[in-house]
């Protein structure tokens, strides 16, 4: 039995690469959301994310126990958790390497029949490898945020915030009635040099969100035509729809206010402390489409900490800060304030705040 | 019916806890009966914070925002609507925790199960929390007295807090017991924290066992059912609390002389005992405690998302302040124990660095 590799070229920053020994996925796109990146073959590649039953190396590294369920050592650590009450998701990984330059982790996994024959190297993707990616492109000289991003005319700018304010609604209405172009409505990537880059995960969903709905909410009878458009299988993610250079930041705000508005964030400090905070926190963000309710990164590199202090979460983000110090500098920072209920004006002003 | 409960841990954290009596206290024990030691009659002067068990009630804020979900975050104020944190399904409300004089209130509720989680939580965060605003600080350890000194054993949860202490205990009969998870450190004393200990069949000392009667014993081997038939993923507890069963060993303070920080090794061979730095130890001490309030730690990063500069934030930074403040002039040592080794050898060791 011979597993599939698959290689994923991410910009010619990072360089994944994915062995695993399931063999049939029913949606093809919902299983591997990097898809987009995928390429023949590749040479020294950064994080190597192995799915299926794995020997742990807990002998050859110094290791403490932690809670029962973690295993720290050296560069290492190995985890057993689960989902649900009665634990019908469990797994276990190790990540080996975090200090280093190559990052293996090795996943293996119990899910209920369902997930596995719809997605089942899903869950590692999004539980661990997305949640790593912000501190692996930090090594690279590159930020990931949690933030969406758009393009007109060479001019590229992001939209960061908070789950549920209304980053995709304004990208859908961006795109379909003001000319923008992006695919990337959850993670976008800055190079060091200010060129903000796609990073589509899932793209079949955002496309399908901009051609068949009106805002991002999702209604039971879309989804189901939505899993149903997903069995032909298509692809024509554009990967260069976003090419231009950072011009403008807008954090987004939902509040209670009842127009929109927008207001100068001067304080470049703050506005860097924002944009790192909005990643840490999706650390902590449920991936539900997986059936795992909250994000575990968090846990995960805490109990870490614990035992290699010098190696804790805030020098985690130490790199990061600094990079987008250095792109915050030259960049035009708003914090922008929206009414808790989305309508198209919305997207409008921010339109013609931003052209 | 609803129960209003007062305590006051040491002077230093007062707090009322209101709540219904259910069903499932009866079955599984009361799980609010953790702080019964500390209980007293009637209301103390100068409140420092009240938990409701109850849904909470959304009084918007004049200003707030709105963030993953239905969550909302106003200055002084937090607001959870249906959050889950691996096995906690909850909902709260927090506010009047940014200053000082405020009294915080907490309204906290969940499914039954979930409810049970509610006092570490939540009720051992604000303990936590009150206790850094009031310069002393909390920490994840366990502690004896021993020839009238003060030892503590800090470790994440399976380090051996609890088996050290009460082995300790029991090579000189004139020692008395702190707390079996955490203590409270106020200037340069150890406080005891009697606080109901989480007990399972297999690791409960005999001289509890023997004392804790027919229901108890009766839970234990509910809560190893429930651990057998979920193989191992549900971990239920017995609580039992060293303060009713064996009130007479109990200390109330005592100077802090020597502490320790236990990390169970699956690769070394032998006990390593080394004295380590101020700083290193109280590395060692934050990251355990930050590790204590991960399902609210969530909130605290969300809300620090919209108000950059809060005390709920800062507070790690005094935590940190007043701990190396406690441990001045306080041998510190790491202790590196096999996973697999007698206890009776690594007490003998650890007896001949105290005396030293």
């Keep these: 039995m011979s597993d599939n590799i698959y290689y994923y070229n991410i910009h010619n920053i990072l360089k994944i690469k994915m062995r695993t020994n399931s063999k049939h996925a029913l949606f093809k796109n919902f299983n591997f959301p990097l898809s987009p990146f995928k390429c023949e073959t590749l040479d020294d590649v950064d994080i190597c994310l192995n799915i299926g039953s794995f020997e742990p190396s807990l002998s050859k590294n110094n290791t403490i126990s932690v809670d029962y369920n973690f295993y720290a050592g050296d560069d290492y650590l190995y985890i057993k958790d689960f989902e649900g009450r009665l634990g019908r998701f469990s797994w276990e990984a190790e990540f ?65 915030g908070r789950n549920g304010s209304f980053k995709s609604s304004i990208l859908m209405d961006l795109i379909k009635h003001h000319s923008w172009s992006s695919n990337s409505d959850e993670n976008i990537i800055i190079s060091n040099e200010g060129d903000v880059l796609n990073f589509p995960f899932f793209y079949p969903l955002f496309d399908y969100m901009v051609e068949n709905l009106d ?98 979460i805030d020098s985690m983000w ?12 030259r960049t035009k920072v708003y914090e922008v304030e929206i009414p808790l209920k989305y309508n198209h004006e919305i997207a409008e002003k921010i339109n013609d705040f931003l052209w | 019916m609803s129960l209003v409960k007062y305590f006051n841990i040491h002077d230093t954290i007062k707090f009322k806890l209101e709540y219904n009596k259910s069903l499932s206290h009866i079955l599984l ?8 030691y500390y209980e007293v009659d009637s209301e103390p002067k100068e409140i420092d914070f009240i938990v409701k068990i109850e849904k909470p009630c959304f009084q918007p804020p004049v200003k707030y925002y709105q963030a993953a979900g239905k969550n909302c975050y106003g200055y002084n104020y937090i607001f959870v609507k249906n ?14 925790f940014e200053n000082k004089k405020d009294v915080i209130e907490a309204s906290v509720w969940g499914d039954t199960l979930s409810i049970r989680w509610i006092p570490s939580a939540m009720i051992d965060f604000l303990i936590h929390y009150t206790a850094v605003a009031s310069g002393s600080c909390i920490i994840h350890s366990s502690g004896i007295s021993y020839n009238n000194k003060g030892y503590f054993f800090s470790s994440r949860s399976g380090g051996g807090k609890t088996k050290t202490a009460l082995e300790f205990m029991k090579t000189d009969k004139n020692s008395l017991f702190l707390s079996d998870n955490y203590l409270l450190l106020n200037e340069g004393m150890l406080n005891n924290f009697i606080a109901s200990m989480s007990v399972y069949k297999y690791n409960i000392p005999p001289e509890l066992e023997e004392k804790i009667g027919m229901d108890g014993k009766l839970r234990l081997l509910m809560g190893e059912l429930i651990t057998k038939l979920t193989a191992g993923k549900l971990r239920v507890a017995t609580l039992v609390s060293f303060g009713d069963l064996l009130p007479e060993k109990i200390s109330k303070k005592i100077p802090i002389t020597k502490g320790f920080i236990l990390f169970p090794s699956l690769n070394s061979c032998d006990v390593i005992i080394e004295k380590i730095n101020r700083e290193a ?69 650890m007896v001949r660095v105290i005396n030293e």
């Excluded at chain 1, 909250?294 to 109990?303: A, F, H, I, N, T």
């Excluded at chain 1, 130490?318 to 500098?329: C, F, G, H, P, R």
């Excluded at chain 2, 906690?88 to 409300?93: A, E, G, K, S, Y």
């Excluded at chain 2, 204590?292 to 790690?316: A, V």
Aim: aromatic content about 14%; some cysteine.
């Design chain 2, 281 to 349: 130890f109280v590395n060692y001490l934050t990251e355990n405690q930050k590790c204590e309030f991960l399902p609210i730690n969530k909130h605290i990063l969300n809300y620090s998302y919209f108000f950059t500069e809060n005390s709920l934030e800062k507070h790690w930074d005094v935590y940190r302040q007043n701990l190396e403040m406690n441990l001045i002039n306080v041998d510190l040592f790491k202790v590196t124990i096999p996973i697999r080794f007698d206890h009776n050898l690594l007490i003998e060791k």
């Design chain 2, 83 to 96: 959050d889950s944190y691996k096995l906690i399904n909850w909902q709260f409300l927090l506010r009047g």
């Design chain 1, 318 to 329: 130490k790199a990061q800060k600094e990079i987008l110090n250095n792109i915050v500098s």
């Design chain 2, 29 to 36: 024990g009361n799980p609010f009966n953790k702080y019964s």
């Design chain 1, 96 to 160: 080996l390497g975090l200090n280093s330059k190559e990052l293996t982790i090795n996943f293996n996994s119990k899910i209920p029949l369902f997930h596995k024959l719809v997605f089942p190297d899903l869950m590692p993707q999004v539980i661990l490898l997305r949640p790593l990616l912000y501190y692996m492109f930090a090594q690279k000289n590159a930020s990931f945020l949690h933030s969406a991003g758009v393009c007109k005319k060479g001019r590229a700018c992001i939209l960061a």
């Design chain 1, 215 to 312: 805002y991002e909410d999702f209604p039971v009878l879309e989804k189901i035509k939505f899993t149903l458009s997903l069995l032909n299988e298509k692809n024509k993610c554009d990967l260069t729809s976003i090419n231009g250079k950072l011009d403008t930041i807008l954090i987004l705000h939902r509040t209670n206010s009842s127009k929109i508005s927008f207001n100068k964030i001067d304080d470049k400090n703050l506005a860097v402390r924002k944009l790192v905070l909005n990643n840490i926190c999706e650390w902590y963000n449920p991936e539900s489409l997986t059936g795992v309710k909250s994000g575990r990164m968090y846990e995960y590199m805490s109990m870490f900490s614990f035992v290699y202090p010098q190696f804790n």
